[in-house]
C-alpha cells in the first residue's frame, strides 16, 4: 500500500504495533507460513514438472520449506536436494534453520557447504551451497550426478556464480535426459514478480506464484532530490526517533562499512543528547566484515524501553530477516563491483539501487505486522531507476568465470548459453588476462587451459591469487603466500572502530611493514599464531579472531591443494624480498608508478589512483606497488598494495608490457 509525498510528519500516521509474542513452536511456525496452504497443490505440480520458475513473496517461507516438502513427498529422494544461495551467511543460517526444524543435527539430514567450509556426510540429502560451491562441484562432475533436484533460489539477486550456475544446470540437464539417466529437477526461486527472462531461458517453463504474508507498508518519498543521501538519513532516523513508540525498530541502508561505522558514533553521540522521556537508542552496525557475535547482535529484541536502529549495507535486503522491524530508511545507494574491460580495471563505486532492489529493502518493513518505508529520494527519481539490477555478468571481470568453463571443458566459451550475455569485449578481456597470466592457449583453433590454467582452476580463488600460489616455488616463499592469499579470502581481520582510531593506530604500530599491507598483515597473523590465537590478544589487538580463525583454515586446505598438486612448500623465513617479487609476478597486471607530480598512474592503462587511507602506506610515496584492487569513491583508491621495483614487473611479463608500450606509442 502506498502513500505518496512525505510533507506530513510521521507522527500522526504511526500507531503502536501489538506486542510481541514469543515465538509459537517450530512445528506451529511451520504451518502458520503462507506456503503451507499451498503444499498439496504445489507438490503435485513440481512432481509432473523437470523445470519450474517459483515466485515467492518476501515472507512466504519458500526458501526453507520447500526442500523440505519435496524430501517428505518423497520427490528427489534417489539423490541430494541442493538450495544454492548467493551468500554464505544466507546457507549457514538456512541449513541451521532447516535442521532445527526437522529436529536432526546440523551436517546429517540438512548440511551446508560454503567456500573453506563443509558441514555435510554420506546422511545428508538437503544441502545448502553457495552457487559458487556447486559450481565448482560440477567441473568435478558436469552432469550433477548426486544432485536429483538443484533449487536455484534468490535467482534473482543475478550474481555472476548464478548467472553461470544457471547455464550449467541447463546443460546437465539436458545431457542426462539424452543418456536416459536419472531426471534432474530444477526449480528456479525469485521474490521478485519480473521472471519472464528465467522462464524463457528454461524453455518456457510454467512459472508458480506463491502468495506471501507481506504486511501493508506506507512510502513516503522526498519533496526535492537530496544531495547529501547521509545527512537526509541522519534527518529521517531522528525524526522518526523521536515520534514513533520505542517498541519499533529502525533498519537504515547505507553502502558500506565506513560509513555505516561512521553513521553509528554520530547516531549514538546525538542519541545521548536527546531529552529526557525519549525511548534509549541502540545502534547496531550490520556489515560482512563485522565481527560473527557482532552481526548476531541485530538478531536480538532490544531491551524494554530502548529502540534498535540497525545500519546496514545490502547484506540486509534479502534472506536474513531482523524481526521487530517496523520503519525502514532506504538510502537508494549501493556499492556495487563494475568492471571496464577498456582500462582492464575492475572498481567498487557508489551507484543507485535498481527498482527491484529498492522493493527488497521495502519488504523488510512488513515481515510481521505493517510497516512504513521512508525513500530518501523523489518519486520522479524512482520512476527512472533501472528496473532490474544489472546482472553482475555484464559488469564484473570475467577472467574467474572464464577459467571455470574452461575447466567445466565448455567446447566453446564464447557460445556459452548466458542467459544475459556479457560483452564481448569484456570475454576478449577476461581471455586476455587468463592469457597474460599463462592460464591458457590455442590448440587447433580451440581455447584450452594450459597445464598451469588446469592447476589455477583446483584453487577456490580468483585466478591471480592462483598464479600467486603456483609462482611461489620460484621464489621459495610458498608458506609465506599460502597465509597472505589466506587472509585476503575472508571478510577483514582488522577490526578499526572509527570511536578509538588513535588507540588502533598506537597498538598497530608494532606489525607494521614499510614495504606495504601483505607484509604487514602476515607479521600480525605471524603473532596471533605465536599466542594461539589468544582471545584477549585479539581485543587488545583489535583483530577479528574469528576471520583470522578460518583464514588458518583456509591456509590448512590451500595447502592442502598444494601438496595434491606436488608444489614444493618452502619458507622464505625474514627474507621479504622474495615475497614481493612473488606479488610482483602474478600482480603484474594492478601496478602503479609514482609520478613527478606525486600522483600514482597504473602501468598498463595510465590510470591516475591514489592511495587508500586505510593502507599502511597512505603517508610514503613509494616509487612503485602492486595492490589487489581498486575502490571508486570521489577518486579511484588502491587497496591492499605492497611496494615492488618496476624492474620486477618488467621480468613477470616481458611480452606484456612491450604490448602495452606499443599501443602507448600508437
Not at 3 to 15: I, N, V
Not at 140 to 159: C, F, N, W
Not at 361 to 371: I, K, L, V, W
Not at 636 to 648: E, I, K, P
Amino acid at each position: 500500500m502506498r502513500a505518496d509525498g512525505a510533507e506530513e510528519p510521521p507522527a500522526k500516521r504511526l500507531k503502536a504495533g501489538p506486542p510481541r509474542r514469543a515465538p509459537p513452536a517450530l512445528d506451529e511456525r511451520r504451518r502458520r507460513l503462507p506456503v503451507f496452504q499451498a503444499r498439496g497443490r504445489l507438490l503435485s505440480r513440481l512432481r509432473s514438472l523437470d523445470c519450474a520458475i517459483l515466485i515467492g513473496e518476501t515472507g512466504s517461507g519458500k526458501t526453507t520449506q520447500v526442500p523440505q516438502y519435496l524430501y517428505e513427498a518423497g520427490i528427489g529422494r534417489q539423490g541430494i536436494i541442493a538450495v544454492t544461495q548467493p551468500r554464505r551467511v544466507a546457507a549457514i543460517s538456512l541449513a541451521t534453520r532447516v535442521s532445527d526444524e526437522k529436529k536432526t543435527e546440523l551436517g546429517k539430514l540438512v548440511g551446508y557447504t560454503v567456500r573453506f567450509d563443509d558441514l555435510t556426510s554420506d546422511e545428508t540429502r538437503i544441502k545448502f551451497l553457495t552457487d559458487g560451491m556447486l559450481l565448482r562441484e560440477a567441473i568435478g562432475d558436469p552432469m550433477m550426478q548426486k544432485y536429483s533436484v538443484v533449487i536455484l533460489d534468490e535467482a534473482h539477486e543475478r550474481t555472476i556464480h548464478t548467472d553461470v550456475l544457471l547455464g550449467v544446470v541447463k546443460a546437465a540437464q539436458k545431457k542426462r535426459r539424452g543418456l536416459g539417466k536419472l531426471p534432474l529437477k530444477v526449480i528456479v526461486m525469485s521474490a521478485t514478480m519480473d521472471v519472464d527472462e528465467f522462464s524463457q531461458y528454461f524453455n518456457d517453463a510454467p512459472v508458480l506464484y506463491l502468495q506471501g504474508r507481506q504486511h501493508p507498508i506506507q512510502i513516503f518519498y522526498t519533496k526535492q532530490p537530496q544531495s547529501d543521501y547521509l545527512q537526509a538519513a541522519l534527518v529521517t532516523i531522528f525524526q522518526i526517533h523521536q515520534e514513533a513508540p520505542p517498541s519499533q525498530d529502525m533498519l537504515v541502508f547505507l553502502t558500506g562499512q565506513e560509513e555505516i561505522e561512521a553513521m553509528t558514533k554520530t547516531c549514538r553521540d546525538i542519541s545521548k543528547q536527546l531529552p529526557d522521556g525519549l525511548p534509549q537508542m541502540v545502534v547496531m552496525p550490520l556489515y560482512a566484515s563485522l565481527p560473527y557475535s557482532q552481526q548476531l547482535r541485530v538478531f536480538q529484541p532490544a531491551p524494554k524501553g530502548h529502540r534498535k536502529v540497525i545500519l546496514s549495507t545490502n547484506i540486509a535486503e534479502t534472506s536474513v530477516t531482523i524481526a521487530g522491524i517496523k520503519f525502514v530508511v532506504d538510502t537508494g545507494m549501493v556499492k556495487a563491483k563494475k568492471y571496464s574491460p577498456e582500462i582492464g580495471l575492475e572498481v567498487l563505486a557508489v551507484q543507485r539501487v535498481s527498482k527491484a532492489q529498492a522493493w527488497q529493502r521495502t519488504g523488510r518493513a512488513g515481515r510481521e505486522d505493517s510497516g512504513f518505508c521512508y525513500r530518501l529520494y523523489t518519486e520522479l527519481e524512482f520512476e527512472r531507476f533501472d528496473k532490474m539490477t544489472i546482472p553482475e555478468i555484464q559488469r564484473c571481470n570475467l577472467a574467474s568465470v572464464m577459467l571455470q568453463l574452461l575447466a567445466l571443458r565448455i567446447p566453446n566459451v564464447l557460445t556459452f548459453d548466458f542467459m544475459s550475455k556479457p560483452s564481448p569485449d569484456a570475454v576478449k578481456a577476461a581471455i586476455e588476462q587468463l592469457d597474460v597470466l599463462g592460464a591458457v592457449e590455442r590448440r587447433e583453433g580451440q581455447l584450452v587451459l594450459t597445464p598451469l590454467g588446469r592447476k589455477m582452476a583446483a584453487f577456490p580463488l580468483e585466478p591471480k591469487f592462483s598464479k600467486t600460489i603456483l609462482a611461489s616455488p620460484k621464489f621459495r616463499c610458498t608458506e609465506e603466500i599460502l597465509t597472505i592469499v589466506s587472509l585476503y579470502s575472508v571478510d577483514s581481520v582488522l577490526y578499526n572502530p572509527p570511536s578509538r582510531r588513535d588507540e588502533v593506530q598506537a597498538v598497530r604500530k608494532k606489525f607494521i611493514s614499510s614495504e606495504g599491507d601483505h607484509l604487514t598483515l602476515l607479521s600480525l597473523y605471524r603473532a596471533f599464531r605465536k599466542v594461539n590465537g589468544n582471545k584477549t590478544w585479539c581485543k587488545q589487538n583489535f583483530v577479528n579472531g574469528r576471520n583470522m580463525m578460518l583464514a588458518s583454515d583456509i591456509r590448512a586446505q590451500l595447502r592442502d591443494i598444494c601438496v595434491k598438486l606436488s608444489i614444493p612448500i618452502e619458507s622464505s623465513r625474514l627474507d621479504t624480498g622474495n615475497i614481493r617479487r612473488c606479488l610482483a609476478h602474478s600482480l603484474f597486471t594492478n601496478a602503479a608508478e609514482l609520478q613527478p607530480d606525486g600522483t600514482y598512474r597504473t602501468v598498463d592503462s595510465q590510470q591516475v589512483v591514489a592511495i587508500h587511507p586505510s593502507s599502511v602506506l597512505f603517508h610514503c610515496q613509494p616509487a612503485c606497488v602492486v595492490f589487489n584492487g581498486l575502490l571508486h569513491t570521489n577518486k579511484r583508491y588502491m587497496r591492499d598494495l605492497c611496494v615492488v621495483d618496476a624492474d620486477w614487473l618488467y621480468d613477470a611479463a616481458p611480452d606484456y608490457f612491450r604490448r602495452k608500450l606499443r599501443t602507448a606509442r600508437n
